[in-house]
């Protein structure tokens, strides 16, 4: 079963970026649909975009534009490329990876915008 590892998060300033990187061991990210989501504060968790075995890519009406996912096979990671962050996207960010019926989830890192 794939085990999930995130990283990147913190506080950046409204306007700012970050690149959040979910580290995947124990099985491969290409075969697996790979998705971020994330949880505001005292909401519930929400999907941010996803990436299939086939490289389709889905993402939320408030990732459009701002937010690129993308994998990278050799290092068998998926990252999440955030632009013009805006205190909105304030939120725990998981790391989600499904296949079949198996679904795993990373411990999640957090992202604060605010200045």
């Known amino acids: 079963q794939v085990r999930l590892a995130e990283s990147g998060g913190g506080l950046v300033q409204p306007g700012g970026s970050l690149r959040l990187s979910c580290v995947a061991s124990?099985?491969?990210?290409?075969?697996?649909?790979m998705k971020w989501y994330r949880q505001p504060p005292g909401k519930q968790r929400e999907l941010v975009a996803s990436?299939?075995?086939?490289?389709?890519?889905v993402y939320s009406d408030s990732a459009k534009g701002r937010f690129t996912i993308s994998r990278d096979f050799a290092k068998n990671a998926v990252y999440l490329q955030m632009n013009r962050l805006e205190p909105e996207d304030t939120a725990v960010y998981l790391c989600?990876?499904?296949?079949?019926?198996?679904?795993?989830w990373g411990q999640g890192t957090q992202v604060t915008v605010s200045s």
């Open positions: 989600n990876a499904k296949r079949g019926v198996i679904e795993t």
């Open positions: 124990g099985n491969s990210v290409s075969t697996h649909f």
């Open positions: 990436i299939g075995p086939g490289a389709n890519i």
